[in-house]
């Protein structure tokens, strides 16, 4: 070895050793949500205090390494991932967003972004990618059982339809009691399609409008203290949408997804295929009457006035509908057919699917997002096109939306958010009790033996409709139901635009002012076009046309003073002062046609000149709606060295429904977090932080409009006018609502993070309500608008997540939230008489009614008179029960609690997710239920058909086994031994018409869902970038509504399947079968 | 920029803090209603509510009040549900009720000192519109809301009115009436030498005819005198003495008070509903017996000619009756007679209809056949009825046969008239021809008990009022001594107090309920015996 060689080993060993010390990384930080850059992630050497962060693309290099070395990158609301350098020089991380975290920034009231330690009140968060991927019907849904003290609700089962929210419970007692939902700092009206319960149509809400592609994040500010900023429009709690904005990234910067979303209505009621229709006629076995040559006659009469015992079938058994399946044995026997046709006498087991078919739902997005030093842009555009599960219901929407800040200048940004959305919709299903429900018809009109001929047969040969004749059975909804199901449509065309521009002015390092403009204007367009229904095309022929548009305006300013370390203290201070200008326009006319004289003429002007068409109040051509309402606040918040901080509003409004001297009305608001571990330094490994949080808030809520003037609606009688008091007096004096709340709470983050802890308990109560009293009619009214009334809502929430495995391989985190809510009404004051929230047949069975003393949701039916022993009381021929002379209280549907569980497996490029919900206790009407019975549709009412009933001696002086002894006593308290026949048992159940029992129908209404799994493979980046092409693919399936783990009704009756958007939720009728969807989605950038 | 960008901020500033309630009252206005009316829109109002309401027809009148007054027989009772029926008739009269009070309440404000008898008119229409609507509503209930009641536009304190005794109200009204009639001049020129007051535009039921007034208000005296006979003798004797004594003018016949859609110009749809719907009324065998003097099923047994009005014969063209009280043996009533399908096959009624139903045109026609309030037949059965009973007349049985006489004359006259006057009415059953009113108006002749004469004059006055039942039913309670068939007496003498009391008017309606021993039925009104 010569001197050269050593020289040499010296320089490459050395030069190796130099590098060694001096190993050089760099690398990219993506998120697995978007698979776009970080910026900012800070990554540090492990153990030192050496880092950097990344770039505006996610991009970092660091030098000085060595191969020993373990990076740490951090970075707030998402994992840290550790790796070891090695002799690598390229580091690509992939990192894993937390469910929740403790840390990290929040929108909150105004846009106003704060750190989450901060706030003393509640508020969760959802990105944006979580609720895409549930592909529910709209962002509301998707965050069903994901939320404590979230409750939502799609009542009518149709994709479409209105979802109900409710925060926190009920705080209005007779108006909305949904929060506000504001888009990109812009409030949207989102009002319910209908609120009505058991009859009509929904069209939905707005809320269904909101493309869920474009969703950055949602927040949830739960009660009046997270909402104290927003004022009357706040009080129920505000759902806060971000929507996404551009950012600088790798390739081409285009973002395409599609999703294919199939819905299956899978869960059918289930019934009984034995016996087909035919009412309660005699106590004999059912038979067929015969005509002279000894053919079965189709049984076409389910009603007499001289059935058993010569009495009518009504005052025996009160009143059933057309499906009464108490018929003859369906045995494949040739009957001849209420048409005329022979056909055989057999079982339909599927004739309750006949109208429903698989949904489905396609979705593309198409989106560029990019970015500079002037500031960032996104456009996207969404195409999404629905076939229902009922048919000739579809609909489709595109959006367009842009996201853009602009850097005007340093100090100077400007952001815009614009979504211009088309959406047009054709027809939405009658429901519940409407004349034309199919699902009323399924339930009270089409017994067990129907064949559905009505598909096929609807319209005659020629297209005219047909019209049955005189022996068509089944007449408890419109025997043209499937004639109008295809020939009477309506068609909804909506242009909605929601746009908002701010510029934020970085006027001092100390002073910031803001100034926003903001915009949701909606043009609707209703037509409603009948076909004729005869040859010349006059018949039944109707056309009507309805425009209206809503422009909503909200201006906004705010400017903020801002000092941290105060008179050099650890204080720091921001003071902010700001008001808002809302102003809601809207307008409506609608024209429609009478009797036709031109045929096939779709024209508000077709109708007979001699026709007079005269407009009740309630159906008035033209609809108005506008509202202002000015504010003025000011906020002040006060942080000790980032472990105290308290905040104090202040809020005015000026509301113009109300009257002069009472329409200007303040509300205060505080709240305080303090944060322990970081006050008094105790941090462990196993308690690694602590905040406790406590506020305090007073809301107002002003009325809608026109409520306030004395005023009379004209009419003619003799041709002279007539002038008619409004049936509700208007109020002799109004002030605006009110709600005081506080809350406490507590976070924990233990076991560093990976466990954390949210408890929240509140209180709220809310006086002052604005009601439309019902008065009697003897006071000459029906109503009076007057400030009346006080609810409770007290609750608490409990929010758990854990990170079981935490491994760079593998990530599984579980969650968990409950909710408890206590909803009373402690007065209904001076008049402290039961209003009616809702009812099915007016007077008639039950309704859901606000009690004083009782818990809101109060169901009252008729009931059964009990004796002094409990057991109801009974007729002494044991066959009728004694129900009580008015409706008294019979259930309650608040339910106990509500909760949520989640999981999330995450490994290498998979990403499993799973959400089971539940609400437990609440009972509900379960209409299905008692109609099914009632008409022997149900399963049970088999038992006495088959023979397990007891021996019972018909008229004729047959002995069967199909008595029944009914359960009670006679009203001596003797306990009941006549057997009666089993008819005694099953239709005395329910019934719309008199006083008829309510209380069979009050069942517990609790389930366990498997509401969504969700699996994800997003392709390694290493294979991706091979193709040039593409930065990222991913795949999904996402199942959602899958099946119940339990639910506490009989029947597979849809536990969901609630009618109506509005306050009364707690009574089933006619519902829907329960869906299930399963979604497909590929995600490439490129 | 910066100008632009601080121009910007203030605009968003300005537009929230320009006048924070800068045109706010005109934004809230309601847009769909006016805040300006006067007296005579009002009144109209109020008259136009004397209709009759729909569900009061289906729910009280077929399915209670004819069964009860045995006018006719109801063969089914398929809905019995009265709650509709009863809060039909409430709200339809604390409605107006409440117009009156806001009428009553803008004539106090009207008043002149100067010719303080200038509204008389005015008040005076309007006090016999309230007697007459309150009346019927309390011969149905009893105790009810009235002092208090149709104030709740005025304050709070009326939103929950007490319940005043039928007695209260009654001498109260019949003071009003009174007033009413003596007081509504047809001079043109008040006393005081200022003008009167008039709605006569406004007036549709008598087209701005005082004297029509008067004689209503002297009319609707003259049968609530008569209806409190037994429980106030001196007062009702007193009133009948007056206006028969002096002459006073009262509804005559061809004067007779109804609503008539083509001559107030509305179709009177309710009527055919509420028989089309209910279908199951039929004639009775009480009312049978008192127009023909034998069973035959071809009409000949018809002596009395307002059979073939009120009825007509049944799918096969036969009449029968349904027995009053039928049994298990009775074949059940069916078809359906009512059904508008009638317009085009008169003939069809439905195989099952093989009892009389209500003539279709009856009860079909919406333009010509009124509804009646008052006839003038009903001063002749009241004063025969005086005549017998020796209240504020001399008892005399002759002058008493001879008013029933006229009154059942023009009875027979009116219902002919009715008829005739009819714009659908094609067809009478022949035998119509061969009936003679005097057989009816002659019978009192042939009777020698003063009480069977008596019971003859109830029993004309019961059938005159076929098309007001809830006259028929008072003259039934009242007397006990219309046509009856049966061994059990009436035992059912008011209607229950519709839901809306119970629900929201709550403690009144529990005390009044509490005094009577229950909301029941069988808890008589004040006036009956």
Known sequence: MNKKLLLFIIFVVGTLALQAQDLSVSGTVTSSEDQLGIPGVSIYIKNTIRGTTTDIDGTYTMTGLKSSDTLVYQFMGYFQIEEVTGNRSLIDVVMVPQAQSLKGVVVTALGIKREKREIGYTTQTFEGDEIQKSNAQNVVTALSGKSAG???????????????????????????????????????????GLTDIGRGQDWGSAINNINQADIENVNILKGPTASALYGSRGANGVVLITTKRGKKQKGIGINYSFNYKIISPYRYRDVQNTYGAGGPLTFSEPTFMEDSSGTYIYPTSTHTSNGPWGKPTSELFGYYGTAASWGPKMEGQMVKWWDGEMRPWSPQPDNLKLYFDNGSTATHNLSFSGGSEVGTIRVSMTRTDHTPIIPNSNYDQTTINLGSVINISSKVKADVAVSYINYNRLNTPNIGESYSSFSKGNLYSWPRSWKGLEVDYYANPDGTRNEWGGNYPFWYISPYTWWEFYNNNTSLARDKLIGSFSLNWDITPWLTAMGRLGLDFTSDHYETKNNPADLIGILDGFYESELSRQKVINNDFLITAHKNRFLDTKLNVKWSVGGTHYQRRFYRTRAKSGKWVDPWLFNSSNFENSEQITYPVNNRREKWNDKDINSLYSFLNLGWDDYLYLELTGRNDWSSTLPEDNNSYFYPSASVSFIPTEAFNFKSKVLNFWKLKGSLAQAATDTYPYQL??????????????????????????????????????????????????????????????LNLPVPTSSGATGIIINNGELENKGLELILNYVIINRPDFIFETGLNCSRNRNYVISLGESSEPLELANIWGLNGPAIAVREGDEYGTIVGYDYVYHENGQPILSDDGTTYKITENRVPIGNASPKFLGGWSMRFIWKGFALSTLVDTKWGGEIYCGSQVIGLQTGQAPETLLEREGGGLPFTDEEGETRNVGVILPGVYEDGTPNDKVVHYYFKYMPNAGGWGKIISTPGIMENSWVKMREISLTYTFPATLIEKTRVFQNISLSIVGRNLFYFYSSLPNNINPEGLIGSGNAQGLEWASYPGTRSVSFGITASF | MKKLIINIILVCSLSVLISCEKDFGEINKNPYATTITHVGPLFNNVVSSLRLGWDEQFYIHNEVLYKQSQLAALTSEAWSNLSIGTENIWSNYYIALAHIRDIERRLDEMENP??????????????????????????????????????????????????????????????????????????PQSSTGGSYYSIASYDKLFNGNLLMWKKFANSLRLRHAMRIAEKEPELAASILAEIFENGLPVIEPGEDVVMMPHEQNWLKESTNWSFREHKHLRMGSNLWNQMADNDSNNGTGFYDPRAFIFFETNNDNKWASYPQIPDANTTPSGGVPYGLHRDLNYAIKGETCIYSPFNYYLIRDENTIPEIILTGSEKYFIKAEAYFRGIGLPVDEVLGASEYFEGVIASMDYWDNLKNNSSIWQYTDPNYENTNPYDVANKIFFLEDPNEKLDLIYAQRWIDAFRQPWEAYSLTRRTGRTPWEGEDPLNYFRLPYPPSESEHNTANWSEQSGSMGGDLTTVKVWWMN
């Open chain 1, 150 to 192: 979230v409750q939502v609700s799609e009542p009518d089962g149709i994709e479409g339809g209105t979802t109900r929210i409710v925060i926190r419970g009920n705080n209005n007692l007779t108006t909305e009691n949904q929060p506000l939902i504001v888009v990109d700092g812009v409030p949207i009206e989102n009002q319910p």
């Open chain 1, 709 to 770: 003037d004395f005023v009379y609606y004209s009419g003619t009688f003799g041709s002279a006018q007539t002038s008619q008091l409004d049936p509700t007096i208007p109020p002799l004096e109004l002030a605006p609502q009110r709600a005081k709340s506080w809350e406490i709470g507590t976070t924990l983050g233990m076991f560093s993070e990976r466990l954390s802890l949210d408890f929240t308990y509140y209180h709220i109560l809310s006086d002052n309500q604005i």
């Open chain 2, 114 to 187: 100067n010719h303080p008898d200038s509204l008389n008119n005015v008040r005076g229409m309007v006090k016999v519109l309230m007697a007459y609507k309150t009346f019927r509503v309390t011969d149905l209930f009893g105790d009810m809301p009235f002092f208090e009641a149709g104030r709740g536009y005025t304050g709070v304190e009326y939103l929950h009115p007490n319940y005043d005794s039928q007695k209260d109200i009654y001498l109260y009204l019949l003071d009003e009436l009174k007033w009413a009639a003596d007081s509504i001049s047809l001079n």
